[in-house]
Nanobody, 125 residues
């Protein structure tokens, strides 16, 4: 079992920055992939970024590459998503997700069993 609690987000102007944090707890956190997904009403949950807690390898969706940075703090079981150059189309509810890592990193939301409650990010134009 892994518990996830997100924080951060809110209202940001286009071109601005925001930081999301995900506090993870559970015995298996060091062996997990922890990722961020986002969702807007009427659309499927979309992959944003993921980081492997063991190796620190990170992967990004093309839509956020170069603007978002995912990082980890193993001592605190914390994952952070730094979002820069935000665009109105980044507006969504952002979710932190975790699951046991495998040989291949997973970017499909259906592959993650553990989820946070979500946090709203709104980017105004």
């Amino acid at each position: 079992q892994v518990q996830l609690v997100e924080s951060g987000g809110g209202l940001v102007q286009a071109g601005g920055s925001a930081t999301l944090s995900c506090a993870a707890s559970g015995r298996t956190v060091p062996d997990c992939d922890i990722g961020w997904f986002r969702q807007v009403p009427g659309k499927e949950r979309e992959f944003v970024a993921v980081i492997r807690m063991r190796s620190g390898d990170a992967y990004y969706a093309d839509s956020v590459k170069g603007r978002f940075t995912i990082s980890k703090n193993n001592a605190k079981d914390m994952v952070r998503l730094q979002m820069n150059s935000l665009k109105p189309e980044d507006t969504a509810v952002y979710y932190c997700a975790a699951d046991q890592d495998n040989f291949y990193v997973q970017i499909a939301h259906t592959e993650y069993r553990y989820w946070g409650q979500g946090t709203q990010v709104t980017v105004s134009s």
